[in-house]
């Protein structure tokens, strides 16, 4: 899966430049787009009363800086950690990719039980989704 997203006057500083929480936010927005293409109801997935996916850690390194009216592909890979964990890593590229890497980013999720916020295992629907293996193309 590709997931094409412009970088918004919003995404920006002062100068013009992404502001670097938005870029995490914008891998997160691939995050839900490649589970809603896999087939799983966001709205349904996210606000299960039987778990939670909290992020744990999260890390972005810039390559180059990324401006106003770019348009960028982010391509992830999401792995399995444990029983109760996945990280996802993403590559950041300008589109039509040029095989330039402009950014790349990692998050760490855990599955948890809103109720007792202990860990539990993930969901057979998501294991699906993480065992399908690399979503997306450069």
């Known amino acids: 899966m590709k997931h094409?997203?412009?970088?918004?006057l919003k995404d920006t500083d002062a100068a013009g430049v992404i502001y670097f929480a938005n870029l995490l936010s914008i891998c997160h927005e691939a995050y839900e787009a490649?589970?809603?293409d896999y087939g799983l109801e966001l709205k349904q997935f996210f606000s299960s009363s039987q778990l939670a996916l909290p992020?744990?850690?999260?890390?972005i390194d810039f390559k180059r800086p990324l401006f106003c009216g770019e348009q960028i592909e982010i391509n992830l890979e999401p792995i399995l950690v444990?029983?109760?964990e996945f990280s996802i890593n993403y590559q950041v590229f300008l589109s039509p990719s040029n095989g330039q890497e402009?950014?790349?980013a990692q998050t760490i999720h855990v599955c948890i039980n809103p109720t007792?916020?202990?860990r539990q295992s993930l969901p057979e629907?998501?294991?699906g989704w993480i065992k399908k293996g690399k979503i997306g193309v450069n």
Request: aromatic letters at 0%; hydrophobic letters at 45%; a positive charge.
């Open 4 to 8: 094409l997203r412009i970088i918004h």
């Open 34 to 36: 490649s589970i809603r």
């Open 55 to 59: 992020i744990t850690h999260a890390e």
């Open 82 to 84: 444990s029983e109760n």
């Open 102 to 104: 402009l950014a790349i």
């Open 116 to 118: 007792t916020r202990k």
């Open 125 to 127: 629907s998501l294991l």
